[in-house]
Nanobody, 127 residues
């Protein structure tokens, strides 16, 4: 059974950087689509960035494009989210999610296609 553990969250000032990690166990990372989502208080969970296993590409929400970079290391069985130029509006709990299904790879920004979630890591950006 695939399990995900996020780490790397914290508190930074605007303009700062953080690197989130999503450790994947119980499954083969190369066969999983892994997506980062985030949820701020009072808001719905939203798509941040993804690495579908079928495409080999990376995709980002417009709000983070050019500032965040998602990467995967199949040998380390981990997915990373490098976040730079952080803004107060990036404050949220960040979750990684993984799924082997074709639907998840085709629609990697839609949370309902993911069956496995991590516990989340808090990111707080102060102005």
């Amino acid at each position: 059974q695939v399990q995900l553990v996020e780490s790397g969250g914290g508190s930074v000032q605007a303009g700062g950087s953080l690197r989130l990690s999503c450790a994947v166990t119980g499954g083969t990372l190369s066969t999983l689509t892994v997506t980062w989502f985030r949820q701020a208080p009072g808001n719905e969970r939203e798509f941040v960035a993804t690495v579908p296993w079928t495409s080999g590409g990376t995709f980002y929400a417009d709000s983070v494009k050019g500032r965040f970079t998602i990467s995967r290391d199949d040998t380390e069985s981990a997915v990373y989210l490098q976040m730079t130029d952080l803004r107060p509006e990036d404050t949220a709990v960040y979750y990684c999610a993984a799924d082997p299904s074709v639907m998840a790879s085709m629609y990697p920004g839609e949370a309902n296609h993911f069956n496995t979630w991590g516990q989340g890591t808090q990111v707080t950006v102060s102005s």
